[in-house]
C-alpha cells in the first residue's frame, strides 16, 4: 500500500519569509549593481583611451548629470553593502587557527575592513 | 501477504545492532542482513551517551585490572567468563571504531587520550568530549551504510517473534508509514532494542526505551535475568531526567549537599581532596565511586534533611549540587561542553558560575534478555546484545564506560554465533511464519482497530511509573515490592480495557504506544517480582529488610520466565575464575 | 486559581481522511519550564492520542523533532513555551519535505544523499587493528570535528530555499558531513567524494544564503563546510590549470 504524501510547494515569494531572506536577496540584487558599475568603468577606461578631450566630453556630458550623480549614489550603496556583507562573511569563509581553537571571528573581520581602508588609502595617494 | 527474507534478522539499530550488522558484513559479506528498527537508527538511544567507553589501551592499565573493576563493581554477581572475555575483546573493538572515523579526544602525541570513570581504579574511559555515545552511534551508522549487504527497515516496529519448530525464524513488524504488518523471516534473530527505563517516572531514558526487546523473548519463552538491578544515575537534572554525565565528575566536579558539604564522605566512600590538590579527584574514590554507593548515599542524605527543596512544575523536589565551577570555562567548554549546554538549557544555570541541582535517575537496566557468552538465549535461534541483553558483565551495579564498550563486543560476539547458527540451521518454514504474521495482523485489527476501551495508555504509563518509583527504587522492602507487584498485576488487567482513539493506519503512533505500553508490563513486572524474591542486598538491588550480601542464597543470577500469572522466579549459578567474593572497598588510596 | 493556558495550531495532515491539511487548535496548561515537544505530549496523552510526530531523547541530541514552529525549523525540545507566551504557537511539519502525515516528514532522501557522499572514512592507509590507532593530534581533530556534530535533524534542509526550490541539492548536512571525513586527517577519500560534491548538485548549487547554519541547533555551520569546499575546489581547479600534469 502506498500513501499518499503531502507536498508543499514553495510559494513564489519564498526570499520575503523573513529579514535574514530579504537581507539575502538584497545581496543578489547588490551583484547587478557591482557588475553594472564595472561595465561602466569598462566604458569609462574605453573613453579614457580614446584621449584625453573624449573623455572630457564625456565626463561633463555624462557623468555631471544630475541622473548619473544620481545613480552614482544608489550604485555606490549597494556597491557599499555588498563589500560590507562580503567581509562579515569572511570567517565563514577562512578557517583561520591558532592552535586548535579558530581565531575570534571578529578579527578576521576586522583585518578585511583595516586592509580596505589601507588599499582606498593607498589608490587615493597614487590618484592625487 | 508479502514475505520478506534475510539469512538474519536484526532487531533495534542502537550501538549493538549497528555492530553486529557490520560484524556479519566482515564475516561473510555474502550474507543478507535485515536490520530492524522503529526509529531510524541515529535516533537511537546510544546516543545519549556522553562521558565514555572503557577498554584497556595505557601502559599503565591491564585487562585483570578491569575486569577485577568491574567484577567488584558488579557486587559480585557479574559471570567472570562474560567479564575475561569482555576486557579482552573491549581494546581490539574500540580500535576498530576508531579505524571507522570515530573522533576520539586525543593527546597531544595524537593517541587516544583516557580519562577517569567511577568505580574504575585506573583511568580508562575513552571519550570524544561528552558526547561518546552520539559520535560511536554515528560512526557506526555512517560506517554501516557502505555495506551493501545490509537492508535497512527504518521506523518498522516488531511486535512479535515468529516461532516454529522451537526456533525463532523471523518477526511480525508494523511498516508505520503504511500501517502494515509484514512477515519478515530469518534463520537467526537478535534483538539489539536496549533498556526500558520508561517504566519509571524520572529516568535519563529516551522515550523509545520501552523494553521492547525484553518483552519480546519473555513472551517466547526466553528468561530475564537479573531484572531487579536498576542503576540510578546520581546526577540527572530534577524534572526531566536529563543525563549530567558522569565525566563532569571525572573532570573533578564535586558533589554537595545543601550545607555545600560533600557528603560523600560520610558514606565509605574515602576523603575528599581538596579541588585544588592535584591529586583530586581520586580514582574510585569520593564522587568518583560506584554509581549505586552514590545514588544510596543521596537518599540517605534525604533521610538526614540534608539535601536542597527545589521547587519544579511538578513540585519539591530534593536535589544536591554538583559543582564544576572550580574547573573554568575552558576546561568546561573543552571536556564537558554538552554538559553545559544541557544545564543552561535545561536547569537554566550556566555551570561555568553556579552549582548544577541534581538528583538520582534511572539510567540503565543491568538485567535483560538472559543469554550466555556468545550471545545466545535458551531458544534457539534468537539471540541479544547490548542493554536488553544480560550476559551478564555489569551483575548487580553496572560501571559507567562498560556500557558503550559492551555494545561493541558482544554486537559483534551475537552476530558471528548468529552467522554460526544461520550456516547450520538453513531452512525456515515460510508458510508458517506467514500465518503467524496473519494472525498478528489480525489480533491487532481486533485488539485495536475493532475495540474501544474505557482506559487510556496516559493513565496506565503513569500509575506503572508511580508505583515503580514507590516500590522499586533505590530502597526497597518487602512491603514496598509486594505492593508494586499487586499494582501491576491490577494494570496488566487494567491494559485488557485500554483503548486508542486514533483508528487511522498511517504512522498510528497510538497504536505502537498502546504496544510499547504492553511490553513495558511485561517488564516491569520482571523487575518487581524479581526484586521481591532476592531477599538480600547487593549493589543497585537494596533491600531495607534484608540489608547484608547474602552470598550463600544469592551469589546467582535470578531468571524470570513468563507465566499465565506471575513470573516464575529460577536461579542460576554466577560463574567465578579468578575473583572470589570479597567486600568492594572504595575511597582507598590507588596510587 | 485559574491554570493559564497557551494556544497551539498544530499542522494536521490525514492522508486517509483528506488529500489537504488542516490547522487544529489546542489549549494546553502553560508551564514555564515546558518546550514546545511537552505541549505536543501533553496533547497526545490528554486531549487528542491520535496527533502524530516523532520525538526520542528529549535533550537535543537525537534529531527526531525537528518541526517549524512560528515558521522557523526548530527542535521542539528546545523551543521553550516562554518564548512564545502568551501569543499561540504554531507548529507545522518541516517545510521542503513531503509529509508523511500530521508532523512526520519524509527524509529518505537525505539518507540516500549521504550514501552518495560516501559520508564514512576511507583510510589514507589501511591499517590492521592489531597495529592500533591511527595517531590524530587535538589539531588535526579540531579542523573537522565541528562538522562531525550534526544531528541529522534535518532543520537546515527545511531552512534552505536552494533545496526547496531544487530538491536535486545535495543540502547542508549530507555536504558537511562528506565535508568532516575529507577534513579528517585519517581519511582519503577525498577524490571519491568529489564527484559528487563539487558536481552542480553540490556545493555549486549553493547560493550562500546561509540560513542552514542560522537554524543549526549544533553550532555545524554547514555553510562553512560548503563555503570551504568552494574555495579548495576552486584552487584545485587552478592548480590542475596551471601545473604540469602529474606535479602536485
Known amino acids: ?128 | 501477504m508479502e514475505f520478506l527474507n534475510h539469512d538474519i534478522l536484526i532487531v533495534g539499530g542502537g550501538g549493538a545492532g549497528l555492530r553486529a550488522s557490520i560484524a556479519i558484513g566482515e564475516e561473510n559479506p555474502q550474507l543478507s542482513v535485515g536490520v530492524i528498527s522503529k526509529v531510524y537508527p541515529m535516533r537511537s538511544h546510544t546516543i545519549s551517551a556522553e562521558g565514555g567507553a572503557a577498554a584497556v589501551i595505557k601502559a599503565n592499565d591491564s585487562l585483570d585490572a578491569h575486569a577485577r573493576d568491574t567484577i567488584t563493581g558488579s557486587d559480585w554477581l557479574a559471570d567472570q567468563d562474560a567479564v575475561e572475555a569482555f576486557v579482552n575483546e573491549a581494546p581490539k573493538e574500540m580500535i576498530q571504531l576508531e579505524h571507522w572515523g570515530c573522533p576520539w579526544s586525543r593527546e597531544p602525541d595524537g593517541h587516544v587520550a583516557v580519562r577517569p570513570f567511577g568505580g574504575m581504579k585506573i583511568e580508562r574511559t575513552w571519550f570524544a568530549a561528552d558526547k561518546t555515545g552520539f559520535h560511536m552511534l554515528h560512526a557506526l551508522f555512517q560506517t554501516s551504510l557502505k555495506y551493501n549487504n545490509v537492508t535497512r527497515y527504518d521506523e518498522w516496529f516488531v511486535t512479535r517473534l515468529l516461532v516454529d519448530d522451537g526456533r525463532v525464524q523471523g518477526v511480525a513488524a508494523i511498516e508505520l508509514r503504511t500501517g502494515q504488518v509484514r512477515a519478515i523471516g530469518g534463520k537467526a534473530v537478535i534483538l539489539c532494542t536496549g533498556g526500558a527505563g520508561r517504566i519509571f517516572p524520572f529516568t535519563t531514558n529516551a522515550a523509545i526505551k520501552t523494553g521492547d526487546g525484553m518483552a519480546l523473548a519473555y513472551r517466547v519463552g526466553v528468561p530475564l535475568k537479573d531484572m531487579e538491578f536498576v542503576q540510578y544515575h546520581p546526577t540527572g537534572l530534577p524534572g526531566t531526567g536529563i543525563l549530567i554525565t558522569e565525566a563532569a565528575r571525572g573532570e573533578g566536579g564535586i558533589l554537595v549537599n545543601k550545607d555545600g558539604y560533600r557528603y560523600l564522605q560520610d558514606y565509605n566512600l574515602g576523603q575528599p581532596l581538596d579541588v585544588r590538590d592535584p591529586r583530586h579527584p581520586q580514582k574510585a574514590s569520593m564522587e568518583l565511586g560506584p554509581r549505586d554507593r552514590l545514588s544510596q548515599a543521596f537518599m540517605k542524605e534525604v533521610e538526614k534533611g540534608r539535601t536542597i527543596k527545589l521547587e519544579t512544575a511538578v513540585g519539591p523536589v530534593d536535589v544536591v549540587h554538583l559543582d564544576v565551577r572550580h574547573l573554568g570555562e575552558e576546561k568546561i567548554n573543552k571536556k564537558i561542553p554538552f554538559v553545559r549546554e544541557l544545564a543552561k538549557n535545561y536547569a537554566g544555570i550556566d555551570p561555568v558560575y553556579e552549582p548544577i541541582p541534581v538528583r538520582p535517575v534511572v539510567h540503565y537496566m543491568m538485567g535483560g534478555v538472559s543469554t550466555n557468552i556468545e550471545g545466545a538465549t535458551i531458544v534457539p535461534g534468537l539471540f541479544a546484545a547490548g542493554e536488553c541483553a544480560c550476559v551478564s558483565i555489569n551483575g548487580a551495579n553496572r560501571l559507567g564506560s562498560n556500557s558503550l564498550t559492551e555494545l561493541l563486543v558482544f554486537g559483534a560476539r551475537a552476530a558471528r554465533s548468529a552467522v554460526k547458527f544461520a550456516a547450520d540451521h538453513p531452512q525456515i518454514n515460510k508458510d508458517a511464519l506467514i500465518a503467524q504474521a496473519e494472525d498478528e495482523q489480525r489480533q491487532i485489527t481486533q485488539r485495536w482497530f475493532q475495540k474501544d476501551g474505557s482506559e487510556t495508555i496516559a493513565a496506565i504509563r503513569l500509575e506503572l511509573n508511580k508505583t515503580m518509583e514507590a516500590g522499586c527504587g533505590i530502597y526497597r522492602s518487602e512491603e514496598s515490592l509486594k505492593k508494586t507487584c499487586d499494582d501491576i498485576r491490577k494494570l496488566k488487567e487494567r491494559y485488557h480495557n485500554v483503548g486508542i482513539s486514533d483508528k487511522s493506519i498511517s504512522f498510528n503512533t497510538e497504536l505502537t504506544a498502546a504496544i510499547e505500553l504492553g511490553f513495558m508490563l511485561d517488564t516491569a513486572e520482571a523487575v518487581a517480582f524479581s526484586a521481591l524474591a532476592r531477599q538480600e542486598s547487593r549493589g543497585s538491588h537494596q533491600r531495607t529488610d534484608f540489608a547484608k550480601r547474602d552470598d550463600e542464597k544469592y551469589l546467582k543470577h535470578s531468571l524470570a520466565y513468563r507465566t499465565d500469572g506471575d513470573p516464575r522466579i529460577e536461579y542460576l549459578d554466577v560463574v567465578i575464575t579468578k575473583w572470589p567474593p570479597a567486600e568492594r572497598v572504595y575511597g582507598q588510596q590507588t596510587s | 486559581m485559574p491554570e493559564k493556558s497557551i494556544t497551539l495550531e498544530v499542522f494536521r495532515y490525514l492522508p486517509e481522511q483528506s488529500d489537504e491539511p488542516k490547522y487544529q487548535k489546542y489549549d494546553v496548561p502553560y508551564r514555564e519550564d515546558w518546550v514546545v515537544l511537552d505541549a505536543l505530549n501533553y496533547i497526545k496523552d490528554h486531549i487528542d492520542g491520535s496527533l502524530s510526530y516523532r520525538w526520542s531523547c528529549r535533550m537535543g541530541v537525537c534529531g527526531s523533532c525537528g518541526m517549524m514552529v512560528n515558521g522557523e525549523p526548530r527542535l521542539t525540545c528546545a523551543a521553550f513555551l516562554r518564548d512564545f507566551y502568551p501569543q499561540p504557537i504554531r507548529v507545522e511539519p518541516l517545510t521542503n519535505f513531503p509529509v508523511i502525515r500530521d508532523l512526520i516528514i519524509n527524509l529518505e532522501d537525505f539518507l540516500h544523499k549521504l550514501k552518495e557522499v560516501k559520508a564514512w572514512l576511507i583510510p589514507k592507509q589501511e591499517k590492521p587493528v592489531s597495529e592500533g590507532e591511527y595517531l590524530q593530534s587535538p589539531k588535526e581533530l579540531a579542523t573537522y570535528k565541528q562538522f562531525s556534530m550534526c544531528i541529522n535533524c534535518m532543520l537546515c534542509y527545511a531552512a534552505c530555499p536552494v533545496y526547496g526550490l531544487e530538491p536535486k541539492f545535495l543540502g547542508p548536512a549530507a555536504i558537511a558531513l562528506g565535508q568532516r571525513y575529507n577534513l579528517d586527517s585519517r581519511d582519503g577519500g577525498k577524490e571519491e567524494r568529489t564527484d559528487i560534491i563539487a558536481s552542480s548538485e553540490g556545493i555549486w548549487e549553493c547560493t550562500f544564503i546561509g540560513e542552514c547554519s542560522r537554524v543549526c541547533p549544533k553550532h555545524v555551520d554547514p555553510a562553512a563546510a560548503i563555503q570551504r569546499a568552494k574555495v579548495q575546489s576552486t584552487q584545485e581547479w587552478w592548480m590542475s590549470l596551471l601545473l604540469p600534469k602529474g606535479a602536485k
Open chain 1, 1 to 128: 500500500m502506498k500513501t499518499k504524501e503531502y507536498v508543499r510547494p514553495m510559494p513564489a515569494n519564498w526570499f520575503m519569509h523573513n529579514r535574514h531572506l530579504q537581507l539575502f536577496m538584497l545581496r543578489e540584487l547588490s551583484a547587478f549593481f557591482v557588475a553594472g558599475y564595472s561595465v561602466f568603468l569598462l566604458v569609462m577606461l574605453y573613453k579614457a583611451g580614446q584621449g584625453e578631450q573624449a573623455f572630457q566630453q564625456f565626463f561633463e556630458g555624462v557623468m555631471k548629470s544630475g541622473l548619473s550623480i544620481f545613480l552614482h549614489l544608489i550604485a555606490l550603496a549597494f556597491v557599499v553593502y555588498h563589500a560590507l556583507t562580503s567581509f562579515n562573511a569572511a570567517p565563514v569563509i577562512m578557517d583561520v587557527r591558532i592552535g586548535e581553537d579558530p581565531i575570534d571571528p571578529r578579527l578576521l573581520i576586522a583585518a578585511h575592513y583595516v586592509m580596505w581602508v589601507v588599499v582606498s588609502v593607498v589608490i587615493l595617494i597614487v590618484a592625487l
